[in-house]
């Protein structure tokens, strides 16, 4: 029986130890196999997925997804033409001035780092610059506010404005006015379909040899408007409030 017991307890740890040897040289394999599965699972996964790729290691991993809503960004917010100048700076009325309305147009008083002109009728406020309405102990009722540049080549002129209802302004091109208005009530172009009472509206000029051609929200206001072979930009001041912001010119 002792015998028998000796022989058991030999036999059983001569078997444990070829399974242990067994298994230390098949674990290896084992997690190779594992690790193959796993990294083939995750490559066929990403190549399936039309919006998700992944390459590099660490900080050099990227997703698709994230460039193509970049792309959309990009295409939403497209970067504004830097030939473009702007002649209202948000801030203040720099770059403009009153002229005399003598023949020579000089200029008599320029508002370089004013918010306001003397007479309150011109004032940058808020990224606007506002024509107020006329006040009979500041000043005469008709004055116009002018560029102190003066352009001679051809141009293209972009200005935004809002009209309080019935306002009467106008934009000068080289002298030569354009009138800007609550048109659908002041006129003269009473029948443009895109214009928005009391809210922004886009005026585009295309000057190239002297012929003006302009546009209100892409509808025409004017297909061939003469105007002078030199000259300043100008705005003016006639009835009621008068806001316009985002006034810029390219020179051609």
Same mark, same amino acid.
């Not at 190779?32 to 900080?59: C, D, E, H, R, Y």
């Given at each position: 029986m002792k015998k028998d017991s000796?022989?058991?307890?030999?036999?059983?740890?001569?078997?444990?130890?070829?399974?242990?040897?067994?298994?230390v040289k098949s674990y290896p394999v084992k997690i190779?196999?594992?690790?193959?599965?796993?990294?083939?699972?995750?490559?066929?996964?990403?190549?399936?997925?039309?919006?998700?790729?992944?390459?590099?290691?660490?900080?050099d991993s990227y997703s698709v997804n994230s460039l193509n809503d970049a792309k959309v960004s990009m295409n939403q917010e497209k970067p504004e033409d830097n030939s473009f100048i702007s002649l209202f700076n948000c801030k203040d009325l720099s770059g403009w001035c009153y002229r005399s309305k003598s023949p020579g147009n000089n200029v008599f008083e320029s508002f370089e780092g004013k918010t306001e002109s003397t007479d309150s009728?011109?004032?940058?406020?808020?990224?606007? !610059?506002?024509?107020? +309405?006329?006040? %009979?102990? $500041?000043?005469?009722?008709?004055?116009?506010?002018?560029?102190?540049?003066?352009?001679?080549s051809d141009f293209i002129l972009t200005v935004e404005f809002r009209a309080s209802p019935n306002a009467d302004s106008g934009i000068?091109?080289?002298?030569?006015?354009?009138?800007?208005?609550?048109? !659908?009530?002041?006129? +003269?172009?009473? %029948?443009? $379909?895109?214009?928005?009472?009391?809210?922004?509206?886009?005026?585009?000029v295309v000057v190239k040899n002297n012929i003006a051609h302009c546009t209100c929200n892409g509808e025409i206001l004017e297909e061939a408007l003469q105007i002078p072979g030199t000259g300043s930009i100008g705005l003016e001041a006639d009835r009621g409030r008068m806001d316009y912001r985002n006034i810029r010119i390219k020179e051609l």
């Open positions: 000796q022989f058991s307890a030999k036999n059983y740890l001569k078997t444990r130890q070829t399974t242990l040897r067994q298994a190779m196999v594992l690790f193959f599965q796993l990294f083939s699972i995750t490559f066929f996964v990403a190549a399936a997925k039309p919006g998700l790729k992944t390459t590099g290691t660490g900080n009728r011109y004032m940058a406020k808020d990224s606007m !610059l506002t024509i107020n +309405p006329w006040d %009979e102990a $500041k000043g005469p009722h008709w004055v116009n506010l002018w560029t102190l540049k003066e352009f001679t000068f091109l080289r002298g030569k006015q354009l009138q800007c208005r609550d048109y !659908l009530v002041a006129g +003269p172009y009473k %029948e443009l $379909k895109n214009y928005q009472p009391q809210d922004w509206n886009k005026i585009e």
